[in-house]
């Protein structure tokens, strides 16, 4: 491949990580600001209606089976994406007769890893599990805009709601896997290079879902993942912190993430009872099963990912 070909696959690699965030950006810009002004000062108007409309008529569909299209996930431009790093996907078998609700781990700035190796198919996982439906969960809010909403659910997304996760895990017989990042924004503030602490002792909310679902848990960890941004946390007190990581060129400062592996390892499921009304120890006991499960996978992989063989999990 000769010099240029490479510099153009650079740029497009490095296009394609660009376009992420502004492309949300834009598209929920176009409602927002257009339906407005179509509504008030143009002969428009009743386009803006017919929208408000569809979407009183469609609010449930988010929730339930949303419009998933193997096109979008399949477009090349995610596999651009994928490659800038590159990211990886390595998993242990998961079977089509149960349903599962696979957590990953660290949350990170933007849950890169995540984002690629389960809302679209850059890494294969429909390839490697074709019995199997993934559903990515984020938060309510980003369906709440027309365009936006169309957007995320093409790509498989859900939000991260009991009424969503139940009905995928509970209304779509088996071979679904819901996928949901713990820890939020407290754990964001916790992603530093090297670092990997997690907000997990409190988190018992997927434990509760799985048992009141029968869902298997999944443990996973995305290694790299802390390392695709640099990070300044603020004095304790003040929930912010401010990131950066390269320009449109390597080398430069900027706020595109580094060009560092991010391998995601999903472990092996953790079978989990159906009860409809567990108790706190029922669910502190599973968490503590969970828990066990994701110290032994990060233990068994961490040293073949760059980390040194003496670092721990440390949960907080």
Same mark, same amino acid.
């Given at each position: 491949?000769?010099?240029?070909?490479?510099?153009?696959?650079?740029?497009?690699?490095?296009?394609?990580?660009?376009?992420?965030?502004?492309?949300?950006?834009?598209?929920?810009?176009?409602?927002?600001?257009?339906?407005?002004?179509?509504?008030?000062?143009?002969?428009?108007?009743?386009?803006?209606?017919?929208?408000?409309?569809?979407? %009183?008529?469609?609010?449930?569909?988010?929730?339930?089976? +949303?419009?998933?299209?193997?096109?979008?996930?399949?477009?090349?431009?995610?596999?651009?994406?994928?490659?800038?790093?590159?990211?990886?996907?390595?998993?242990?078998?998961?079977?089509?007769?149960?349903?599962?609700?696979?957590?990953?781990?660290?949350?990170?700035?933007?849950?890169?890893?995540?984002?690629?190796?389960?809302?679209?198919?850059?890494?294969?996982?429909?390839?490697?599990?074709?019995?199997?439906?993934?559903?990515?969960?984020?938060?309510?809010?980003?369906?709440?805009?027309?365009?936006?909403?169309?957007?995320?659910?093409?790509?498989? !997304?859900?939000?991260?709601?009991?009424?969503?996760?139940?009905?995928?895990?509970?209304?779509? *017989?088996? +071979?679904?896997?819901?996928?949901?990042?713990?820890?939020?924004?407290?754990?964001?503030?916790?992603?530093?290079?090297?670092?990997?602490?997690?907000?997990?002792?409190?988190?018992?909310?997927?434990?509760?879902?799985?048992?009141?679902? *029968? %869902?298997?848990?999944?443990?996973?960890?995305?290694? +790299?993942?802390?390392? !695709?941004?640099?990070?300044?946390?603020?004095?304790?007190?003040?929930?912010?912190?401010?990131?950066?990581?390269?320009?449109?060129?390597? +080398?430069?400062?900027?706020?595109?993430?580094?060009?560092?592996?991010?391998?995601?390892?999903?472990?092996?499921?953790?079978?989990?009872?159906?009860?409809?009304?567990?108790?706190?120890?029922?669910?502190?006991?599973?968490? %503590?099963?969970?828990?066990?499960?994701?110290?032994?996978?990060?233990?068994?992989?961490?040293?073949?990912?760059?980390?040194?063989?003496?670092?721990?999990?440390?949960?907080?």
């Amino acid at each position: 491949m000769s010099f240029s070909q490479l510099d153009l696959h650079e740029g497009l690699r490095t296009l394609s990580v660009l376009q992420w965030i502004p492309v949300y950006i834009f598209l929920g810009a176009i409602p927002i600001f257009l339906g407005p002004y179509l509504l008030v000062f143009s002969n428009l108007w009743p386009l803006t209606v017919l929208t408000l409309a569809w979407l %009183a008529y469609d609010w449930n569909t988010h929730s339930q089976d +949303g419009r998933r299209s193997a096109w979008v996930r399949n477009w090349t431009l995610w596999k651009y994406f994928q490659n800038y790093f590159p990211i990886k996907l390595v998993t242990h078998d998961l079977s089509p007769k149960h349903n599962y609700i696979i957590i990953n781990h660290p949350h990170g700035i933007f849950s890169l890893g995540t984002f690629i190796n389960f809302a679209t198919e850059a890494t294969g996982f429909s390839r490697i599990f074709p019995s199997i439906t993934p559903f990515l969960a984020t938060l309510e809010h980003v369906f709440w805009i027309p365009i936006v909403q169309e957007y995320v659910m093409s790509m498989g !997304v859900c939000p991260v709601s009991e009424l969503a996760l139940k009905h995928k895990l509970t209304q779509r *017989g088996s +071979g679904n896997a819901v996928i949901i990042v713990v820890g939020g924004a407290s754990e964001a503030l916790l992603c530093h290079p090297g670092a990997s602490t997690l907000c997990l002792k409190s988190s018992k909310g997927f434990v509760k879902l799985a048992l009141k679902t *029968g %869902a298997y848990l999944v443990p996973s960890y995305s290694f +790299g993942e802390n390392e !695709v941004y640099n990070q300044e946390t603020f004095p304790e007190g003040l929930n912010f912190c401010t990131f950066h990581g390269r320009g449109l060129t390597r +080398g430069s400062w900027g706020f595109l993430p580094f060009n560092q592996p991010i391998t995601t390892i999903v472990g092996e499921p953790l079978p989990v009872p159906k009860i409809n009304n567990p108790s706190k120890e029922t669910v502190g006991k599973y968490l %503590a099963l969970y828990i066990n499960a994701l110290c032994k996978l990060f233990d068994q992989h961490k040293a073949k990912y760059g980390l040194s063989e003496t670092q721990e999990l440390t949960i907080v």
